[in-house]
């Protein structure tokens, strides 16, 4: 579901009672794990100015919780952003009057967000388009799906509503096909494997994902792998195909089971692998299929393998 732009939204004050569960964890940790929207980062900033009270009165993020205490927290207005052209180069896979295939690299965010204002795939797009849809507003104008920062590859954009709508629809009914490339750690037994973990956010580390233990928590998510080549040292390529498309999702599941993806400073052992010539976690939206809006036939489009992650498996293999 889509929530308002940040610039929609003033100053709000949240208010809530610390569960019994918490007695005994530090407070930034609590505040963190009772509000999606503040980490543990930023509740640490909003301690030091005095925006969140304990019971009326300020403390240290360090003080460790008893229960029952009333939090209040003082979240400042954001900070508005909106969307504007600018003038950086694309490398276009196909384009239409209906949609944009673009191989994004490495470090590029999808669209605007707090601490990334500029130099977005959406800004980029703004420049070399003019034609973007509007349904998801001035801030994601064209955006069907996203990319993680530091995943390369292919993404699709639409050009008007019509086409926005039908990608839309494919995405929710998971007919738009995905494949993947990834370097990663271990020795899988088998070439082919697939992990089924439904993922949700974690509990304390408000940034990232994990694989929920109940049933009824976290989101439905399937991902099949194939390994291409196995390399000395315990590394391998691998091929995965996601089903679903939840948050962090092949880096997760390959994470759970034991096969970390190379250079991921989240999920994995290490955040940079310079004698691999690895700065970003290595992986890589190889492939995507869907129904084009127009002429409703199937089309397919690959992202030639961004040069870091060539790289990288060269030096393996030697």
Do not use: W
Not at 13 to 21: A, K, M
Not at 133 to 152: A, C, E, F, K, Q
Not at 258 to 279: N, Q, R, T, V
């Amino acid at each position: 579901m889509d929530t308002p732009n940040a610039a929609d939204s003033n100053a709000a004050e949240l208010e809530f009672t610390i569960p019994p569960q918490y007695a005994g964890k530090r407070i930034d940790v609590v505040v963190a794990a009772c509000h999606t929207a503040v980490s543990r980062t930023y509740a640490g900033r909003l301690f030091r100015d005095g925006a969140i009270l304990i019971n009326g009165k300020q403390a240290k993020p360090s003080a460790k919780a008893r229960g029952g205490e009333l939090v209040s927290i003082d979240l400042p207005e954001p900070e508005a952003i909106e969307a504007r052209p600018e003038n950086i180069p694309l490398n276009i896979l196909f384009e239409d009057r209906d949609v944009v295939v673009v191989n994004k690299p490495a470090g590029m965010v999808t669209h605007p967000s707090a601490g990334h204002g500029s130099g977005s795939l959406v800004n980029a797009l703004l420049y070399h388009c003019k034609d973007l849809s509007s349904i998801n507003g001035t801030l994601r104008p064209g955006i069907v799906h996203r990319l993680d920062m530091d995943t390369s590859g292919a993404i699709v954009a639409a050009k008007n509503d019509n086409a926005h709508r039908s990608l839309a629809d494919q995405f929710a009914a998971r007919t738009v096909k995905k494949e993947y490339l990834a370097l990663c750690y271990g020795k899988p037994p088998r070439d082919i494997f697939f992990c089924d973990g439904r993922i949700g956010r974690h509990p304390v580390r408000r940034t990232e994902m994990t694989i929920c233990k109940a049933a009824d928590e976290g989101r439905d998510a399937y991902t099949d792998f194939q390994v291409l080549e196995r390399f000395k040292g315990d590394r391998f390529l691998v091929r995965a195909m996601p089903r679903t498309g939840r948050t962090h999702q092949i880096r997760v599941h390959l994470a759970k089971n034991g096969y970390p993806i190379l250079s991921d400073k989240m999920y994995g052992k290490e955040s940079a692998l310079p004698e691999l010539g690895l700065a970003r976690h290595a992986l890589h939206a190889a492939k995507l299929s869907f129904e084009h809006p127009g002429t409703g036939q199937r089309v397919s489009f690959e992202a030639p393998l961004a040069e870091d992650m060539r790289g990288a498996a060269e030096t393996l293999r030697q």
